[in-house]
């Protein structure tokens, strides 16, 4: 099984201000199978990102990823105010699993 | 993507078993790989396992093996999710999520379905 450990566990930012969350894999994950996920109070899970790069459908062009091997970053250009929430990483590559989650929460 | 609707809230007794359904709608159900994802509150997202209905093909979590059996019914376009001798930690809310080989991903999730073990 590979693991996943987000970081950091909280990010306090203000709206405008650029997001940097991390997601290291415990083996080398292949980006096709490393996606991005959004979670707000309430509601399942929204796909933002797949194959660690690739937006999925309606998502602004402010959420990228990047990354490959064991490291990959999803970055929030300029936080808006929809956008605070809870972010996972997810590999497929084997068994699936999530990360831990990084909540962006407003300072 | 497809729609997928849930079952209702429950309240289950420690030791009795949990059968949670999820329709597909508005999109191809039987060459998708169905996969169900739970949250104790305040947590994260756990994968519990997965079916694809065309083959009749399951693949279970070490966590679960022995107590969660996933189904699915091709003539209603359901899948269901099947879970055994209950304990205090299966109180969650369960989640059917699709996996689609365009995006290797999860692209549709079904609204939830909260399971409260209560005696």
């Known amino acids: 099984e590979i693991a996943l450990t987000q970081s950091p566990g909280t990010l306090s930012l203000s709206p405008g201000e650029r997001a940097s969350l991390s997601c290291r894999a415990s083996?080398?994950?292949?980006?096709?199978?490393l996606a991005w996920y959004q979670q707000k109070p309430g509601q399942p899970p929204r796909l933002l990102i797949y194959?660690?790069?690739t937006r999925a459908t309606g998502i602004p062009d402010r959420f990228s990823g990047s990354g490959s091997g064991t490291d990959f970053t999803l970055t929030i250009s300029r936080l808006e105010p929809e956008d605070f929430a809870v972010y996972y990483c997810?590999?497929?590559?084997?068994?699936?699993?999530f990360g831990g989650g990084t909540k962006v929460e407003l300072k | 993507q497809v729609l997928l609707v849930q079952s209702g809230a429950e309240v289950k007794k420690p030791g009795s078993s949990l059968k949670v359904s999820c329709q597909a709608s508005?999109?191809?159900?039987?060459?998708?790989?169905f996969n169900w994802v739970r949250q104790a509150p305040g947590q994260g997202l756990e994968w519990m396992g997965r079916?694809?209905?065309?083959?009749?093909?399951?693949i279970y979590a070490q966590a679960f093996h022995g107590r969660l059996t996933i189904t699915a019914d091709d003539s209603t376009n359901t899948v269901y999710m099947e879970l055994s001798s209950l304990t205090f930690e299966d109180t969650a809310v369960y989640y059917c999520?699709?996996?689609?080989?365009?995006?290797?991903?999860?692209?549709?999730w079904g609204q939830g379905t909260l399971v409260t073990v209560s005696s």
């Open positions: 508005g999109g191809s159900f039987t060459f998708f790989a």
């Open positions: 997810q590999q497929y590559d084997s068994s699936p699993f």
């Open positions: 999520a699709r996996y689609t080989t365009t995006s290797y991903a999860f692209d549709s």
């Open positions: 083996q080398i994950v292949s980006a096709t199978y």
């Open positions: 194959g660690a790069s």
């Open positions: 079916i694809v209905p065309s083959l009749s093909s399951t």
